[in-house]
């Protein structure tokens, strides 16, 4: 099993910026890809981004530009770089294990002046 725990969450104003980190344990040998998901009250949840373990990306359209995807293999951990938050990002973001079928907590980010 993989276990995710989120962090980086908040309350920032638009324009500003957040960080945010999704550790993995358990057995991570079965990770290839990871990626953030967020949902927004009454939405479904929508695919942010994506990062495989060769490092190609795919990011949706809404946040092309503005968010950046990495992972760290050494320390299991990807990081979600939001730039320019509009108030539409509030959402509650999910980190994924894909090929693991394994979900985080979820974490809040609310963009509100």
């Known amino acids: 099993q993989v276990q995710l725990v989120e962090s980086g969450g908040g309350l920032v104003q638009p324009g500003g910026s957040l960080r945010l980190s999704c550790a993995a344990s358990g057995s991570i040998f079965s990770i290839n890809a990871m990626g953030w998901y967020r949902q927004a009250p009454g939405k479904q949840r929508e695919l942010v981004a994506l990062?495989?373990?060769?490092?190609?990306?795919i990011y949706a359209d809404s946040v092309k530009g503005r968010f950046t995807i990495s992972r760290d293999n050494a320390k299991n951990t990807v990081y979600l770089q939001m730039n320019s938050l509009k108030p539409e990002d509030t959402a509650v973001y999910y980190c994924n294990a894909y090929d693991a079928g394994a979900w985080g907590q979820g974490t809040q980010v609310t963009v509100s002046s």
């Open positions: 990062v495989t373990s060769g490092g190609r990306t």
